[in-house]
């Protein structure tokens, strides 16, 4: 079996392992409950992550409208979009508090996040190693890891900042 | 405009921001927001608070 088959098989075993986690919490603890305030910020971090979508894909729709991007290829250019939307709604959610529901504990979401962070960053990482992102000064899908490693890096500094200056202002 | 009158009020009844959020159902972080005026609660959520601080929508959300 090769590597990219073995990769596909690694893929799908932690989506799984991930989906039964998510279950086993939510028989735990309850679903995700999110109060009035956290709802309509949630709200508006959709709109700004789709609004951002939608701008993305228009100019990329026009600069490329009869030529494939000289930069990347088709997979990057969407991944990177999808990549920019999600952080844009997860750290606007985290900075106005509602990205964990209340009965979430914070420390549990933080080492998550960094945990799906780790997962995407390590094959990112090796494919940067092996120079397979970048092939003929063309980014390939296989940006994909490395892309939303950062997306969830960023998120949990942002995480990380926002506890840390809630703390002190405790203080 | 921060709402002193609902801080004066839980304080009155010896009752922590987390608490109080347990006892309406909302994140802690919501009843903060409540107190520094950073959020417009809904009516459902001002009676919770009235009632659990035993208080009318005048005494607490009323200028």
Known sequence: ?171 | MKNLKLKSARAAKDISQQALAELVGVSRQTISAIEKGDYNPTIRLCIAICKVLDKTLDELFWE
């Open chain 1, 1 to 171: 079996m090769d590597a990219y088959r073995l990769g596909i098989i690694a893929g799908i075993l932690f989506v799984v392992a991930v989906a039964a986690v998510c279950i086993w919490k939510q028989t735990c603890n309850g679903p995700c409950r999110y109060d009035e305030r956290q709802e309509r910020v949630r709200g508006r971090g959709y709109k700004y992550g789709f609004l951002t979508m939608i701008i993305y894909n228009a100019l990329m729709g026009g600069m490329y409208l009869d030529t494939m991007p000289d930069w990347c290829d088709l997979f990057a250019v969407n991944i990177i979009g999808i990549a920019v939307s999600a952080l844009i709604f997860a750290v606007y959610c985290i900075w106005n508090d509602a990205y964990m529901s209340f009965n979430e504990r914070p420390r549990m979401v933080y080492l998550f996040i960094l945990g799906i962070a780790a997962f995407n960053l390590f094959p990112g990482i090796i494919n940067l190693m092996h120079g397979t992102i970048v092939e003929e000064g063309k980014l390939t899908f296989r940006c994909s890891n490395i892309i939303m490693g950062f997306v969830f890096l960023i998120s949990a500094a942002v995480f990380w900042l926002k506890n840390h200056l809630r703390a002190k202002g405790e203080e």
